[in-house]
């Protein structure tokens, strides 16, 4: 498997693994920590090998010299020179080439590109500065150009403009600086009445430069910042601590997981950002994808120090190597314009969706039939809606026939988009438990519960958690026992949602109390109204009782609705909690009753809103990147890829996000928050604290995330 994130399909694994491979034998990380001897030097091996596999014009067409690919073929190779830290002015010079190839006129793209694609000169990037264009030629000047000492062509923003100037024009000066990462040249450039001719003055396209440079320096970002969590976790794994590898310590879990979510986060939107059809629809994709690329980029390469302790510190370990690199390209990602800014100007104008893109030829047939439904669908009266749904499968296309549809992945993604402006009923709780039901269940349990259930006429509950067992699923104590024609279930469930509201219950009870933990257990579904069955509603902090205590007290259970085969209802149950990330739609944020545009509005509202502002940013980022994890899993599907972990991240951020929208919508609201002024606000804030806690803590799943994901050691005494 490649060691590329970006990378998902075939194509894109064998350039990843090329780069790679290419790196690793000129010993790019060796050469980038020869340079701490000689700042700003590089071996013109590296570069002249980049040149010779076609990497600098990648994204350039044949015409001009290049390969003809694009921004996603050139954000995999900028990953791989992250990761392996290669020295040299490959980004800035890329960039200027992009920047070049889709913004000037053709007298420029044909004079200039040849050489960037193929190596024989260098471009170089500044989006910051006091540059203008007066009567008497260019002039002002840019600080902190990346690989401007090296450059042969320069790309620099004037206002709304982009200029490219030559770096021996008359007028201009490059006075190299003191890079904190000494693997590349950074200088300020001045130019005093430096004369440019028409065609090189490129009128509006800052923001489209803006973009070309935070999708690839976010993309070299996304390769240092799993670099730093990489070196992290393989630190974890050996070093001893006290008796036992540090890896087992929860802290040290916990900060790998969070790094492991920062850095996923990162790629989704990196990869979102650089399959764009057009630069002016990834404004606001490449904007999320910088936001995130800055927080991932820097928090990894720190807390990679942290984890390894005094060694991280040293001047031999490679560790401050990467800090130098991710506080660079922090830096340059935010100079000149702020992405958190931007995020929310998107979100305030409407702009704030994902980069458009083209889907393969094969899902036409789909988006026609799903059109057709749509149709259908919109000429019924309301009553009758949802047994068409049924009736047809696009009430829920993943289930299996007959059901649903037994959409693959793609056919989803089709019908996701196409229906997104027609009401289908969200099941819930029940739907999960009943498409468990559809694939575990016999003939008769099929039919006796899965139909009324997707017509709205049953309800079921989730009968897991128990007093004493908190995230612990499989310390099942309710216990079974068996009798003629059935079983006596006797025991207690707690924090069961909508349980007073439901007709039936699956639940997991254990029927060899000699068995080991996740053994023994059974899955049997229970009448909610049969004697025995006690239904104790919980109000919860917000006054409502979703939350219920339920009691069996020798409840007989038939031998027809056990599900699955006794004594292996563990595997029924951890299909049931896996269930509810299978649609398309199961990366969606929470439903919280406050949106991302109410909290625009507060921001708007507020006197000291631009305090808020760049807060206001990473919430609309992080909620905008949960659709983009789920889509990054259904793209590995389409290209027959192993599933990455995008859907135990989600589950985290779903739950962290809608706290982190009502915590700061509160902020926004003020006392009006807390006297009525915001009543939607204020009960969803409220409601939100069960977030973290219900269906598996957040601290949990971080344990799950760095011990199934990052392979990081148990904890010995839970052994």
Same mark, same amino acid.
């Given at each position: 498997?490649?060691?590329?994130?970006?990378?998902?399909?075939?194509?894109?694994?064998?350039?990843?693994?090329?780069?790679?491979?290419?790196?690793?034998?000129?010993?790019?990380?060796?050469?980038?920590?020869?340079?701490?001897?000689?700042?700003?030097?590089?071996?013109?091996? !590296?570069?002249?090998?980049?040149?010779?596999?076609?990497?600098?014009?990648?994204?350039?067409?044949?015409?001009?010299?290049?390969?003809?690919?694009?921004?996603?073929? &050139?954000?995999?190779?900028?990953?791989?020179?992250?990761?392996?830290?290669?020295?040299?002015?490959?980004?800035?010079?890329?960039?200027?080439?992009?920047?070049?190839?889709?913004?000037?006129?053709?007298?420029?793209?044909?004079?200039?590109?040849?050489?960037?694609?193929?190596?024989?000169?260098?471009?170089?990037?500044?989006?910051?500065?006091?540059?203008?264009?007066?009567?008497?030629?260019?002039?002002?000047?840019?600080?902190?150009?990346?690989?401007?000492?090296?450059?042969?062509?320069?790309?620099?923003?004037?206002?709304?403009?982009?200029?490219?100037?030559?770096?021996?024009?008359?007028?201009?000066?490059?006075?190299?600086?003191?890079?904190?990462?000494?693997?590349?040249?950074?200088?300020?450039?001045?130019? =005093?009445?430096?004369?440019?001719?028409?065609? =090189?003055?490129?009128?509006?396209?800052?923001?489209?430069?803006?973009?070309?440079?935070?999708?690839?320096?976010?993309?070299?970002?996304?390769?240092?910042?799993?670099?730093?969590?990489?070196?992290?976790?393989?630190?974890?794994?050996?070093?001893?601590?006290?008796?036992?590898?540090?890896?087992?310590?929860?802290?040290?879990?916990?900060?790998?997981?969070?790094?492991?979510?920062?850095?996923?986060?990162?790629?989704?939107?990196?990869?979102?950002?650089?399959?764009?059809?057009?630069?002016?629809?990834?404004?606001?994709?490449?904007?999320?994808?910088?936001?995130?690329?800055?927080?991932?980029?820097?928090?990894?390469?720190?807390?990679?120090?942290?984890?390894?302790?005094?060694?991280?510190?040293?001047?031999?370990?490679?560790?401050?190597? *990467?800090?130098?690199?991710?506080?660079?390209?922090?830096?340059?990602?935010?100079?000149?314009?702020?992405?958190? &800014?931007?995020?929310?100007?998107?979100?305030?104008?409407?702009?704030?969706?994902?980069?458009?893109?083209?889907?393969?030829?094969?899902?036409?047939?789909?988006?026609?039939?799903?059109?057709?439904?749509?149709?259908?669908?919109?000429?019924?009266?309301?009553?009758?809606? =949802?047994?068409?749904?049924?009736?047809?499968? *696009?009430?829920?296309?993943?289930?299996?026939?007959?059901?649903?549809?037994?959409?693959?992945?793609?056919?989803?993604?089709?019908?996701?988009?196409?229906?997104?402006?027609?009401?289908?009923?969200?099941?819930?709780?029940?739907?999960?438990?009943? &498409?468990?039901?559809?694939?575990?269940?016999?003939?008769?349990? =099929?039919?006796?519960?899965?139909?009324?259930?997707?017509?709205?006429?049953?309800?079921?509950?989730?009968?897991?958690?128990?007093?004493?067992?908190?995230?612990?699923?499989?310390?099942?104590?309710?216990?079974?026992?068996?009798?003629?024609?059935?079983?006596?279930?006797?025991?207690?469930?707690?924090?069961?949602?909508?349980?007073?509201?439901?007709?039936?219950?699956?639940?997991?009870?254990?029927?060899?109390?000699?068995?080991?933990?996740?053994?023994?257990?059974?899955?049997?579904?229970?009448?909610?109204?049969?004697?025995?069955?006690?239904?104790?509603?919980?109000?919860?902090?917000?006054?409502?009782?979703?939350?219920?205590?339920?009691?069996?007290?020798?409840?007989?259970?038939?031998?027809?609705?056990?599900?699955?085969?006794?004594?292996?209802?563990?595997?029924?149950?951890?299909?049931?909690?896996?269930?509810?990330?299978?649609?398309?739609?199961?990366?969606?944020?929470?439903?919280?009753?406050?949106?991302?545009?109410?909290?625009?509005?507060?921001?708007?509202?507020?006197?000291?809103?631009?305090?808020?502002?760049?807060?206001?940013?990473?919430?609309?980022?992080?909620?905008?990147?949960?659709?983009?994890?789920?889509?990054?899993?259904?793209?590995?599907?389409?290209?027959?890829?192993?599933?990455?972990?995008?859907?135990?991240?989600?589950?985290?951020?779903?739950?962290?996000?809608?706290?982190?929208?009502?915590?700061?919508?509160?902020?926004?609201?003020?006392?009006?928050?807390?006297?009525?002024?915001?009543?939607?606000?204020?009960?969803?804030?409220?409601?939100?604290?069960?977030?973290?806690?219900?269906?598996?803590?957040?601290? !949990?799943?971080?344990?799950?995330?760095?011990?199934?994901?990052?392979?990081?050691?148990?904890?010995?005494? &839970?052994?």
């Amino acid at each position: 498997m490649s060691k590329s994130a970006l990378a998902i399909t075939e194509e894109h694994q064998d350039l990843a693994d090329a780069a790679f491979g290419q790196l690793n034998r000129l010993g790019s990380r060796a050469a980038a920590r020869a340079t701490l001897d000689k700042p700003g030097s590089y071996p013109a091996e !590296i570069w002249s090998a980049g040149a010779d596999l076609g990497w600098h014009g990648l994204a350039i067409p044949e015409e001009h010299g290049g390969s003809g690919f694009g921004l996603p073929e &050139l954000a995999v190779v900028a990953e791989a020179t992250g990761r392996e830290l290669c020295p040299g002015p490959f980004l800035p010079s890329v960039a200027a080439a992009v920047i070049i190839d889709r913004c000037a006129p053709e007298s420029v793209r044909a004079e200039l590109l040849p050489g960037l694609a193929g190596g024989a000169s260098v471009g170089a990037v500044g989006l910051s500065g006091s540059l203008a264009i007066g009567t008497d030629g260019l002039g002002g000047e840019v600080s902190a150009v990346l690989g401007a000492p090296d450059a042969d062509v320069l790309v620099l923003t004037a206002g709304d403009d982009v200029v490219v100037v030559d770096a021996t024009a008359d007028g201009l000066t490059v006075t190299a600086g003191e890079g904190l990462d000494p693997t590349r040249s950074i200088g300020t450039v001045t130019l =005093r009445a430096v004369a440019l001719p028409d065609d =090189r003055v490129l009128r509006g396209a800052a923001r489209q430069a803006r973009t070309v440079f935070r999708i690839l320096a976010s993309a070299e970002a996304v390769g240092v910042a799993w670099a730093a969590l990489d070196m992290a976790v393989e630190y974890a794994k050996v070093r001893e601590q006290f008796g036992r590898t540090i890896g087992t310590f929860q802290a040290v879990k916990h900060h790998a997981a969070n790094m492991l979510v920062a850095v996923e986060q990162a790629t989704a939107a990196v990869w979102d950002a650089a399959r764009a059809d057009d630069l002016d629809g990834a404004w606001f994709a490449a904007s999320v994808a910088a936001t995130h690329a800055i927080h991932a980029v820097v928090f990894n390469a720190e807390n990679n120090i942290q984890l390894h302790g005094g060694i991280g510190f040293t001047w031999e370990h490679d560790a401050h190597l *990467y800090l130098r690199r991710a506080r660079t390209l922090a830096a340059l990602l935010s100079d000149g314009a702020d992405p958190l &800014l931007d995020v929310v100007e998107a979100q305030r104008a409407g702009q704030a969706h994902g980069a458009s893109f083209t889907l393969p030829a094969e899902a036409e047939a789909y988006r026609e039939a799903a059109r057709d439904a749509v149709e259908a669908v919109r000429a019924l009266p309301a009553e009758q809606r =949802r047994d068409y749904l049924v009736d047809s499968g *696009y009430l829920v296309p993943h289930w299996p026939k007959p059901w649903g549809r037994g959409a693959d992945v793609l056919e989803q993604l089709v019908i996701e988009e196409e229906f997104r402006d027609i009401e289908r009923a969200d099941m819930g709780i029940t739907g999960w438990v009943t &498409l468990t039901i559809a694939q575990a269940g016999t003939d008769d349990q =099929r039919e006796r519960w899965v139909e009324p259930v997707l017509r709205g006429e049953v309800m079921w509950c989730q009968l897991f958690s128990e007093p004493g067992a908190g995230s612990d699923a499989a310390a099942v104590r309710t216990s079974a026992k068996k009798v003629d024609g059935g079983w006596r279930v006797t025991g207690q469930k707690v924090w069961t949602s909508l349980a007073q509201l439901c007709d039936w219950g699956l639940a997991t009870v254990r029927t060899d109390p000699d068995a080991s933990k996740h053994a023994g257990v059974t899955m049997m579904a229970i009448d909610m109204k049969a004697p025995g069955v006690t239904v104790n509603p919980l109000k919860g902090l917000t006054g409502d009782a979703h939350f219920n205590e339920v009691f069996f007290d020798d409840v007989f259970v038939p031998d027809a609705d056990v599900v699955g085969d006794v004594n292996k209802g563990w595997l029924v149950a951890r299909a049931t909690l896996g269930n509810e990330r299978i649609s398309i739609g199961g990366g969606s944020a929470a439903p919280t009753g406050f949106t991302v545009d109410g909290l625009v509005k507060l921001l708007d509202a507020h006197p000291d809103g631009g305090r808020y502002v760049r807060r206001a940013g990473e919430v609309i980022a992080a909620g905008h990147t949960l659709r983009l994890l789920n889509l990054r899993r259904v793209s590995r599907a389409i290209a027959g890829t192993e599933p990455g972990p995008e859907g135990n991240v989600t589950k985290l951020l779903v739950a962290e996000h809608s706290q982190w929208l009502t915590e700061l919508g509160m902020d926004l609201a003020g006392a009006a928050a807390v006297s009525g002024g915001t009543p939607k606000l204020t009960r969803a804030y409220l409601g939100n604290r069960a977030m973290t806690i219900a269906g598996g803590t957040s601290e !949990i799943t971080r344990n799950t995330i760095a011990e199934r994901i990052l392979g990081l050691p148990r904890d010995p005494l &839970l052994k």
